[in-house]
C-alpha cells in the first residue's frame, strides 16, 4: 500500500507546473512544459544550418591535411615571388617551381618522420618513408595553385613578367579564402571573424611585398 505522503508529493508534483504563476498567462499552456521546448527548436536552427555549411565546405573543399596544403601554398608562393622574375622564360621558372615545390614535400616528408625517429615511434625503412610522402603529399596541392596559373598564362600568350604576378595574385587569393573557410567553419563572431581573415590578408600582402622587394 503506498504511503500518504508519497502520493501527496506525486500529486504536487505533477500539479505544480499547470498551476505555477507562469502558466496563468499566455495560451493556457505552463511555461515550464512551453518555454524550454521553444528554446530547443529555436537553438536547433543555427545548428542545423552549420552542421549543412559544413558538409557542403567539407565536399567542396576536403579539410584533411589542409595545414601541409597552406604551408605549401605559401612557401611556393613566397620563392615565385622571390626568383620568378629572375627568369626570362616560362619554361625556367614553371621548372624551378615545380622543383621547388617537390624538394618542399619531400623535405618536409623526411621531417616529419626523423621527428618520429627522435620520438621513438618509427623507424627509417623504405615503408616509413613512403607513408611519410603519402601523408605530406598534400603539400602538393598548395604548390599545384601558382603552378596551375603559370601553365594557363602560358599557351594564353600572357608576357612571362604578367603571367609571374598573376601566380602570385593567385597565391594571395588561395590564402585569403582559405581563411574565410577557416572562420566559417569555427563559427565566429564577427570581431575574430574580421581578425582571422585578416591575418590571411596580412600572409598575402607579405608575399606581394616580398614580389616587390625581390625587383
Same mark, same amino acid.
Given at each position: ?17 499547470? @498551476? ?17 521546448? #521553444? ?17 557542403? =565546405? ?22 615565385? #615571388? ?25 623535405? %618536409? ?43 594557363? @598564362? ?5 608576357? %612571362? ?12 587569393? #588561395?590564402? =585569403? ?37 625581390? %625587383?
Amino acid at each position: 500500500m503506498r504511503k500518504p505522503s508519497t502520493t501527496i508529493f506525486l500529486k504536487f508534483t505533477l500539479l505544480w507546473p499547470a @498551476c505555477s504563476p507562469e502558466s496563468s498567462s499566455g495560451s493556457g499552456t505552463g511555461h515550464l512544459h512551453n518555454r524550454p521546448i #521553444a528554446d530547443r527548436a529555436d537553438s536547433r536552427a543555427p545548428r542545423a544550418q552549420a552542421s549543412r555549411l559544413d558538409r557542403i =565546405i567539407d565536399r567542396v573543399f576536403p579539410l584533411e591535411g589542409t595545414n601541409d596544403m597552406v604551408y605549401g601554398l605559401l612557401l611556393i608562393g613566397a620563392i615565385l #615571388a622571390a626568383e620568378g622574375g629572375r627568369h626570362e622564360t616560362y619554361e625556367e621558372t614553371l621548372l624551378t617551381t615545380i622543383v621547388a615545390a617537390l624538394l618542399a614535400w619531400l623535405a %618536409h616528408a623526411y621531417s616529419t618522420l626523423f621527428g618520429n625517429r627522435i620520438e621513438g615511434t618509427e623507424h627509417m625503412s623504405l615503408r616509413t618513408l613512403g607513408r611519410a610522402m603519402r601523408r605530406d603529399s598534400v603539400l602538393l596541392r598548395g604548390g599545384a595553385v601558382p603552378i596551375a596559373a603559370l601553365a594557363i @598564362c602560358w599557351p594564353l600568350g600572357v608576357e %612571362h613578367e604578367t603571367g609571374v604576378l598573376i601566380a602570385v595574385f593567385a597565391v594571395i587569393v #588561395a590564402i =585569403i579564402l582559405l581563411e574565410l573557410v577557416a572562420a566559417l567553419l569555427a563559427h565566429l563572431s564577427p570581431r575574430e571573424f574580421i581578425f582571422e581573415v585578416g591575418v590571411g590578408v596580412l600572409y598575402g600582402v607579405s608575399i606581394f611585398v616580398l614580389k616587390l622587394l625581390a %625587383h
